[in-house]
């Protein structure tokens, strides 16, 4: 029986991606930053771990407790919303402590079992702002990139070990905190957290604009394409999930 290792499960796609990874008869490995059991009860094939992606010596102890493992899904991420302007640079190095490092941390860490296995397959969680120009996303867009970039390399690295990597690329979700304030940015209420008053008619027609489509991806839409991406052998890299993703893609 197989087991994967999916960080920042207590809600969205993450939830759903170990949900279904469970559903499929396989051992679950369910990391987040603060423990919340109610959120994925715990049974003999699902397990909830303590895992700040963040720390080096949270990463460790997180591996050492439970023992292999055959997919690693990096998912634990930050939204960020904002005009770069108006974003400290200490918000941009939290967004990229998660978002990118700790997804390389969390790699790191992984890949010698893998290689040494001659198996394994590192799915990175990114975002459709990748394969799109979307407004008040400068920073968290660039952390998604780099995730991007990472992972087409490091696929290359891996594939002489029989290792895989891949990107799950979803779209908009409207259970998620980006796209609540998206929401509210396109009625006017509460821009002034956002972006910086001269911004502000600008922000609240880009983002009614966002809000008005028709296609948005469902948390299930995520959690079968991470599962498609895990059993890929074709050599695919990337993989939109939900419908507004794949236009995206298509588009491209």
């Known amino acids: 029986m197989k087991t994967v290792l999916i960080t920042g499960t207590s809600s969205g796609y993450g939830r759903e991606t170990a949900r279904h990874f469970h559903a499929q008869g396989w051992n679950v490995v369910a ?12 049974s003999d094939r699902l397990r909830v771990i303590e895992l700040d992606v963040t720390r ?43 978002n990118t490092f ?33 407004p008040l996303t400068a920073v968290y867009k660039a952390s998604k ?20 990597a891949k990107t799950v690329e979803p779209g908009a979700c409207l259970t998620t905190n980006f796209a609540a304030n998206a929401a509210k940015a396109a009625q006017g209420a509460s821009l002034d957290e956002l972006v910086p008053a001269p911004y502000a008619p600008w922000a609240k027609k880009a983002m009614g604009d966002f809000m008005g489509q ?10 079968e394409t991470v599962w498609r991406a895990v059993h890929d052998t074709t050599g695919q890299l990337r993989f939109p999930a939900g419908a507004d993703a794949v236009a995206l893609s298509q588009a491209r």
């Not at 407790?65 to 930050?78: F, K, Q, R, S, T």
């Not at 079992?113 to 001659?118: A, D, H, I, L, S």
């Not at 198996?119 to 702002?129: A, H």
């Open 145 to 164: 990139m780099a995730v991007e970039g990472f992972t087409a390399s490091l696929a290359l690295e891996l594939a002489p070990f029989g290792v895989r």
């Open 214 to 223: 028709d296609r948005f991806t469902k948390e299930s839409d995520v959690a």
């Open 102 to 134: 700790g997804v390389m941390a969390m790699t790191q860490a992984v890949l010698p079992q893998f290689r040494e296995r001659g198996s394994g397959v590192v799915v990175n969680v990114t975002s459709s702002v990748v394969l799109g120009h979307m």
């Open 56 to 98: 080096p010596e949270s990463i460790t102890a997180a591996f050492a407790a439970v023992g292999p493992v055959d997919v690693l899904v990096n998912n634990a991420g930050v939204a960020s919303m904002g005009v770069f302007e108006g974003t400290s640079m200490d918000r941009v190095r939290e967004v990229f402590e998660t």
């Open 31 to 42: 990391a987040m930053r603060t423990p919340r059991p109610d959120v994925l009860p715990e």
